[in-house]
């Protein structure tokens, strides 16, 4: 008989054990978080002392060792060589540089992410990143403040310098006075929650100084001539105040995140002792009713054979089969109870499996996994629904606020880089919320709402997210509609492009025209805000995209033979398009064979397409070899995006077309002045031509002619208008005083004509 009990106990052992080891393991992974940010924590010291004084003097042998055995075999070498590199770097921008890539690093092999609770979730890329970032950019503004001071002449490059690097400290800076003051009013209360709130009100403090003296610093370099003429002094003066309120608000946010790791271990190893002697008690107790649990026992078993199907082999999360089957079985909701849904989705990922294999994608979802785990409440059920989709659901949703705060802190976490293979990579997301109504019937349904707010979220680009509204279905249904409408204008001809003129704002003559998609059709006339959205979800982006090329193009050919000088045409070039590898041989093909000359093309470019490094490098490779081929490269929207100087000269760009947000109002706001003649600056100083979109006014012509623009374009010159109404103002070709017309009062336009400027395709850029 007890060989029977012991045999008929022996699997409900076995699941016992198997928790304990999950408990247990933990406990490990909170303790090698806890070693990892120990480690980092020894860096602090080092690196203030480093950004106060240039130079660390003793050499901590006992933090490379430790580092050396708490990195991965294949990554210690390039911990260690980055700890040196920090140690012997001389320049400070550049060593504290290398810290902070140790410091993420260990973060990273710490998974301290995924150790850290919800409350504490935003600290660990505090501590290794935003912090680290305000040091580091402070230290080359203040480095680049005191050599410039010391120069003889300043030149247009040397101004380009201080604003540039102005903006760059700020968005580190604005961006961790921000997320500080957000994000700890939800701590618990205790003292080390008010020492850490402390602690970010010193920060912000210094913060607000340094940006003082920057402002001194930056209006007087606009106008130096030499090095004597530049108010250095304040920002070199603030810096160090500033280094040492950052460190000590980093330091803060170590100790609070150390706590909570502790107070973790210590709950779980209470839960572990607390169940082994429940369990002791189960396992005696058993011995005396194992006949009557042996049924009980089969159909367990039965069920566990049958969970099989409804989880992800490679995460091990449940998946979508599991989701449904929840869903189905959820009771119906008190009056007061409502039902929350996050749906993620990575973006782009095929990227990351192309370039470094597959192996490294599924690490990367496996990681994901853990990490949306980590901020799930003990009643979630988190799950992967597909390919790289995973869902967290609350089933008693108390808090609306701080569910979509919590969305927020999970893109912001799972968009963090990582390493991959000795390569720096970061995951593009976004999220879609469904917050359900309290007492409402739960249905399949709700994914598809949320899967709608997904879409919403990713119109908005990378890093968004959106909670679903009935206006996105019924945006989705009408979107439906209007693209059935459009498939049908396209195979007639209604779909064509319109043309804006652009004038060289000295003599008044039309040189060039943006051509923007309009849909034409029974007497209406429809911008592209009205159809676009439908065009990209339906998938009709590459059809209109080469019918108003084709269209555009052959209009250039005919008013070319009919005009005495070429006329610049400007095309919206997709990315899709550029990424293609057939883009070069099949634009200039398309070009020649209509007796045009590449040089009277112009390919605008979005300065955006340059941020992801991954996608841009075939683009790039592309936009180089149709210079070669002698077609005209224009950088649009210049100055909204943040691609570096010298993808300027990289790119060989032609002209770089300043966005509309630099230039309405120019003429009345001296702050606005500043940025935008630095932007013409630059561009001359490497002999780029500049044309401004959106000018409206006499005055703002005026200030950008007296400021060295060479070309305009906007609502003061003429909207966008069909091919033949062009070829009649180029043909006249009398535009002395075109600029002062009725138009020039921005109260007296007609608002849909304001959608020429303002609506845009995202990545056709058809206006």
Known sequence: MTGLITILLAPSLVFASLWFHNKFENVKAIDRSLTGLHLVQSLGPLMQIKALTGKVQDTPYFLRQKLAEFSETNKSADVVENLDAFLE???????????????????????????????????????????????IESSILAQNAQDMATRSQINVWDKMMIPVQGGQFKIAADSVAQDTSYH????????????????????????????????????????????????????????????????????????????????????????????GLAGGLVILGAFAVAIALSRALAERTLKEFESLGFHDPLTGLPNRRALLKTLRSLPASRTDERIGLIIVDLRHFKKINDRFGDHNGDSILREVAEELIAFAEPDDFVCRTGGTEF????????????????????????????????????????????????????????????????????????????????????????????AKELLK????????????????????????????????????????????????????????????????????????????????????????????????????TQVRALGLTPSNVSLEILEAVMLDEIAAAPIKENIASLSEHGFFIELDDFGTGHSSISSLRDLKVDRVKIDRSFISGVDEDPDLQKFTSALINLAKSLDISVLAEGV?????????????????????????????????????????????????????????????????GSDSRQG
């Not at 970061?426 to 997904?454: M, R, S, W, Y």
Request: charged share 20%; hydrophobic share 40%; aromatic share 6%.
């Open 184 to 275: 700890f009013r939800g701590l618990n209360k205790g003292s080390s929650a008010d020492a850490l709130r402390q602690k970010a009100m010193q920060y912000r403090k210094a913060n607000i100084a340094y940006q003082s003296a920057g402002t001194k610093l930056l209006s007087s370099v606009i106008t130096a001539n030499k090095g004597s003429e530049i108010i250095s002094a304040p920002v070199i003066a603030a810096q160090p105040e500033l280094v040492r309120a950052t460190f000590a608000l980093w330091q803060a946010a170590v100790d609070y995140l150390d706590k909570d790791l502790q107070q973790q271990r210590a709950e779980t190893l209470f839960a572990v002792t607390l169940a």
């Open 696 to 760: 409206e006014t006499e005055g703002e012509r005026l200030w950008l002619e007296q400021n060295g623009c060479d070309l305009i374009q906007g609502f003061l010159i003429s909207k966008a208008v069909p091919a033949e109404q062009l070829a009649g103002l180029i043909l006249k070709q009398n535009y002395a005083e075109p600029m002062r017309g009725p138009t020039t009062d921005r109260a007296t336009r007609d608002p849909s004509d304001q959608q020429v400027v303002l609506l845009r």
């Open 391 to 482: 869902l967290l659901l609350r089933r008693q949703l108390a808090d609306a606020a701080a569910f979509e705060q919590l969305a927020a802190g999970i893109i912001r976490e799972l968009s963090k880089e990582r390493s991959l293979d000795g390569h720096r990579a970061a995951v593009e997301c976004n999220a879609g919320l469904f917050i359900g109504q309290p007492g409402a019937k739960v249905t399949d349904h709700i994914l598809v709402d949320a899967a709608l707010a997904l879409r919403s979220a990713k119109h908005g680009g990378p890093g968004k997210f959106e909670l679903f509204t009935h206006e996105m279905r019924t945006a989705f249904e009408v979107n439906g509609e209007t």
């Open 489 to 588: 204008a396209l195979n007639e001809g209604d779909i064509v492009p319109w043309y804006q003129p652009q004038v060289d704002i000295r003599t008044g003559e039309i040189v060039g025209a943006e051509a923007l998609v309009r849909w034409v059709g029974h007497g209406t006339v429809r911008y592209p805000g009205s159809f676009l959205p439908a065009a990209m979800e339906a998938g009709y982006m590459e059809q209109i995209d080469k019918t108003v090329r084709e269209k555009a193009l052959r209009f250039a050919a005919d008013l070319s033979s009919g005009s005495s000088r070429p006329v610049h045409l400007s095309l919206n070039v997709s990315t899709d398009l550029l990424g293609s590898a057939r883009a070069v041989a099949a634009l200039d």
């Open 89 to 135: 770097e001389p320049n400070t921008p550049l060593a504290l540089r290398r810290a902070r890539s140790v410091a993420s690093s260990v973060s990273q092999l710490a998974k301290l992410g995924s150790s850290t609770s919800y409350e504490t979730s935003t600290l660990p890329h505090l501590i290794n990143q935003s912090l680290l970032s305000v040091v």
